[in-house]
Every structure is written in structure tokens, then in C-alpha cells.
């Protein structure tokens, strides 16, 4: 099924352009890779950021610039992928920490800045979530599984970006564990034992 819930048009044009904490582009990675939809969007930001680039030096526009321009655009190799296997598992983490029944978290070896945190974190039905309110940012793909919360239901695939403020406490929705891959700005404070928890050891 296709994602239903995608990452703003700030957001994809930030990726596009690079200018994404790194952990934040991986986030929001994982979900273009299997969204067709945002996929073509990301295509139309590139393409449309390199015309202006193109267009920049020209003293002269002459009549067969905009053919210069998609000509060069179409010598662009597609993004390579060397690496068939799931995005999950072309991750690179720590080991995974239980944090209780059914609960685990590992940290993503991913180049962020010391103050924010990417990790994954599985949760089987039924486990248990750790409520938490945000001052900064935070990105989630859901990879397996589905949660939901005040928002609605977030199924594999899926995008959620939190904003400052946000106090909520997602809930595994159906039977099977939910992966998600999470980045977060260091500022987010998480409540009760279970969120501290999940917060020191996805520490990386
Ligand atoms: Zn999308």
C-alpha cells in the first residue's frame, strides 16, 4: 500500500538540497525510497533547482538554453542502487538494548550532530510507549509495522514529523512489532521511566 502520510514540501525541498541534518535526510530517505509520490516530487525539486543553477552565468539566454539545460539533465546518472536489500537492513547500528518485554532501541551509525539522536525502535503489540513532549524536531519512518496516535494511524512507509509542543503517546496499532527509524533534535524530553530509558541508550 502507498504511504499516506508524506514530509511537507519544506521538508523534501531541504532534502533535495542537502540541507537536512544528515540524520534527518536519512529519516526522511527511508521514506522517498518507497513513496513513488514523493519520489517524483524530489525529481521535480532537482530538476528545477538545477535549471536555476544552469540559468545563473548566462549573460545571454539564447533560444536553445532550455535544450542546453535538459540535455545536461538527462546525462545525469539515476541515483545508483548497488544495494538491493531492505533499507532496514542496510543500516548500520549499535546492538539492540531491551528496554522491556517486546521493547528494544539501537542507535544508528550515522554521521548528526552529538546533540541529536537516530536509532531505531521496535515495539511489539502491546508493549509499551513512552509518552513525550518535543521542543525540537523530530522525523519517524515507520518501516514495519503501524502506530497511532492523536494524528491517526502511521502504517510502514509512512512519515510523521513532530513539532515543538507536541506531547503524545503513540500506541502499536494491530498485531504486528512496529520498526521505526527515528531522528530527534536533543532537546526533546521524554517522560517516565521507559522514555529516559530509550533516550540514554539510543545515545550515539
Ligand atoms: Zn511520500
Not at 19 to 40: K, N, T
Amino acid at each position: 500500500m502507498s504511504p499516506r502520510h508524506h514530509p511537507s514540501d519544506d521538508i523534501l525541498t531541504a532534502y533535495t538540497s542537502g540541507a537536512l541534518e544528515p540524520g534527518f535526510g536519512l529519516v526522511v530517505g527511508a521514506h522517498v525510497e518507497g513513496c513513488a509520490h514523493c519520489r517524483a516530487r524530489v525529481g521535480a525539486f532537482e530538476a528545477a533547482s538545477g535549471a536555476a543553477l544552469e540559468a545563473l552565468p548566462q549573460a545571454e539566454v539564447g533560444v536553445d538554453a532550455l535544450a542546453n539545460v535538459m540535455g545536461r539533465l538527462n546525462e545525469q546518472a539515476p541515483i545508483a542502487r548497488t544495494d538491493a536489500r531492505p533499507f532496514v537492513e542496510r543500516l548500520s547500528t549499535k546492538p539492540k538494548k531491551w528496554l522491556a518485554p517486546g521493547v528494544w532501541v539501537a542507535g544508528v551509525n550515522t554521521p548528526h550532530a552529538p546533540q541529536n539522536r537516530v536509532y531505531l525502535l521496535s515495539v511489539a503489540s502491546g508493549g509499551l510507549t513512552a509518552r513525550h513532549e518535543h521542543s525540537g524536531a523530530e522525523f519517524c519512518t515507520v518501516l514495519k509495522g503501524a502506530y497511532r496516535d492523536e494524528l491517526g494511524v502511521f502504517a510502514a512507509g509512512d512519515f510523521a514529523a513532530a513539532e515543538a509542543d507536541l506531547n503524545h503517546q503513540p500506541v502499536v496499532h494491530g498485531d504486528e512489532t512496529c520498526l521505526c527509524l527515528f531522528a530527534t533534535e536533543g532537546r526533546l524530553r521524554p517522560q517516565g521511566w521507559l522514555g529516559k530509558l530509550a533516550f540514554r541508550y539510543a545515545d550515539v
